[in-house]
């Protein structure tokens, strides 16, 4: 487990090619083992990425295992991963490689030992990316790869991520006058008029809202850009918001909200997607949480996850889902870690949930 783990890392995936030499590897890793895979390109902004399916069994329920090969950029020596502890350390490890070496030896397990359920693990180049082309997850289900229940191995610690806010990101475009800098009280600052319209946003009653499982929405300024020339007082200033709506908020008030600030701004949407949802009643939920109170200590607990996972593409076709994974932290941190001997746990807790379902007929 932790050998394929350490494999995987070694592939600098944040860029198109590397993520397609990690599905060469996973796709030969699964061939040399006698599965049956699928593989298909069309992701990516000239449809260059390709996602891949492994399939196991051929009865009911059809699960669906959903990994991304992807990663963040690092520091060079996170591609080396290492042990220390009890943890290994490196770019991927806890988001999302580690989850998905312990997906492969789950679906080689059912493979061996026989599987009355049908289990198709998903691979997609893309997660982490934003571009304008279709994602590989939509690749995927455009292909006919769907079923009745999802899970994605996105960090969790064994807890059930039922529900991810929503994504709602605006460029608000904020107006000042310009002015000698020797002079600025003959101006107004732009990028200082930024700053107090995002303090404004801070104080909207959007921001203030909270729900069953979050505290509050998240309010990211992510980018910022005003002024030309060190002496003249700028009077224009853009900046970037990146907000995760409650699943109960509507992203089109939030941005009446912001849009009804008293100073000079204007505010664009460049990109929302909706929150995704599911029962904690639900027969999946309730076997998955059966399993995962065999192996942790403590009681696994339906959680909201902050942020956004493909489980968004799947629930628009009517698939529900959960994010579920191993132990660790650190994720597109300098210190990215996951718990080593987690991804056994979870690679058995996989083969367990599926075969629970199996005999159960759910």
């Given at each position: 487990m932790l050998s394929l783990t350490r494999r995987l890392v070694r592939y600098r995936s944040y860029t198109p090619g590397a993520a397609e030499s990690t599905m060469d590897f996973v796709n030969g890793w699964f061939e040399a083992r006698g599965l049956e895979t699928s593989r298909y390109k069309g992701a990516g902004p000239q449809g260059e990425l390709s996602s891949l399916v492994a399939r196991v069994g051929s009865g009911g329920p059809k699960i669906?295992?959903?990994?991304?090969a992807d990663v963040v950029p690092g520091?060079?020596?996170?591609?080396?991963a290492r042990e220390q502890d009890g943890e290994l350390f490196g770019?991927?490890?806890?988001?999302?490689?580690?989850?998905?070496?312990?997906?492969?030896y789950a679906v080689e397990d059912l493979h061996v030992t026989g599987c009355d359920a049908t289990v198709e693990l998903l691979i997609v180049p893309d997660e982490e990316r934003e571009y304008g082309g279709l994602k590989g997850a939509e690749v995927?289900?455009?292909?006919g790869h769907t079923g009745d229940f999802l899970i994605t191995g996105e960090p969790t610690d064994f807890h059930i991520g039922l529900q991810a806010k929503g994504v709602l990101d605006l460029r608000v475009t904020v107006r000042g006058k310009s002015a000698h800098g020797s002079q600025p009280w003959l101006g107004k600052n732009a990028v200082l008029l930024a700053y107090e319209h995002y303090k404004r946003i801070l104080e909207l009653p959007f921001a203030r809202e909270r729900s069953e499982l979050f505290p509050y929405p998240s309010i990211n300024m992510a980018r910022i850009i005003g002024g030309d020339v060190i002496n003249r007082v700028p009077d224009r200033c853009t900046y970037d918001l990146d907000i995760r709506y409650l699943p109960e908020q509507d992203p089109k008030e939030i941005t009446r909200q912001i849009r009804s600030i008293d100073l000079p701004a204007e505010a664009?949407?460049?990109f929302t997607h909706e929150p995704t949802y599911v029962s904690k009643n639900t027969p999946f939920v309730k076997a998955l949480r059966e399993v995962?109170?065999?192996?942790?200590?403590?009681?696994?607990?339906?959680?909201?996850?902050?942020?956004?996972?493909?489980?968004?593409?799947?629930?628009?076709?009517?698939?529900?889902g959960v994010e579920f994974g191993p132990i660790g932290g650190g994720h597109h941190g300098p210190?990215?870690?996951?718990?080593?001997?987690?991804?056994?746990?979870?690679?058995?807790m996989l083969v367990q949930f599926v075969k629970i379902l199996a005999a159960n007929g759910s």
């Amino acid at each position: 487990m932790l050998s394929l783990t350490r494999r995987l890392v070694r592939y600098r995936s944040y860029t198109p090619g590397a993520a397609e030499s990690t599905m060469d590897f996973v796709n030969g890793w699964f061939e040399a083992r006698g599965l049956e895979t699928s593989r298909y390109k069309g992701a990516g902004p000239q449809g260059e990425l390709s996602s891949l399916v492994a399939r196991v069994g051929s009865g009911g329920p059809k699960i669906l295992l959903h990994a991304h090969a992807d990663v963040v950029p690092g520091e060079e020596e996170q591609f080396e991963a290492r042990e220390q502890d009890g943890e290994l350390f490196g770019r991927g490890v806890y988001d999302m490689k580690g989850a998905l070496a312990a997906m492969m030896y789950a679906v080689e397990d059912l493979h061996v030992t026989g599987c009355d359920a049908t289990v198709e693990l998903l691979i997609v180049p893309d997660e982490e990316r934003e571009y304008g082309g279709l994602k590989g997850a939509e690749v995927l289900i455009e292909n006919g790869h769907t079923g009745d229940f999802l899970i994605t191995g996105e960090p969790t610690d064994f807890h059930i991520g039922l529900q991810a806010k929503g994504v709602l990101d605006l460029r608000v475009t904020v107006r000042g006058k310009s002015a000698h800098g020797s002079q600025p009280w003959l101006g107004k600052n732009a990028v200082l008029l930024a700053y107090e319209h995002y303090k404004r946003i801070l104080e909207l009653p959007f921001a203030r809202e909270r729900s069953e499982l979050f505290p509050y929405p998240s309010i990211n300024m992510a980018r910022i850009i005003g002024g030309d020339v060190i002496n003249r007082v700028p009077d224009r200033c853009t900046y970037d918001l990146d907000i995760r709506y409650l699943p109960e908020q509507d992203p089109k008030e939030i941005t009446r909200q912001i849009r009804s600030i008293d100073l000079p701004a204007e505010a664009k949407v460049l990109f929302t997607h909706e929150p995704t949802y599911v029962s904690k009643n639900t027969p999946f939920v309730k076997a998955l949480r059966e399993v995962a109170a065999r192996h942790f200590h403590g009681n696994p607990v339906g959680v909201g996850r902050h942020g956004a996972s493909d489980i968004v593409f799947f629930q628009r076709a009517g698939i529900p889902g959960v994010e579920f994974g191993p132990i660790g932290g650190g994720h597109h941190g300098p210190r990215e870690f996951v718990v080593s001997d987690s991804l056994e746990t979870y690679r058995q807790m996989l083969v367990q949930f599926v075969k629970i379902l199996a005999a159960n007929g759910s």
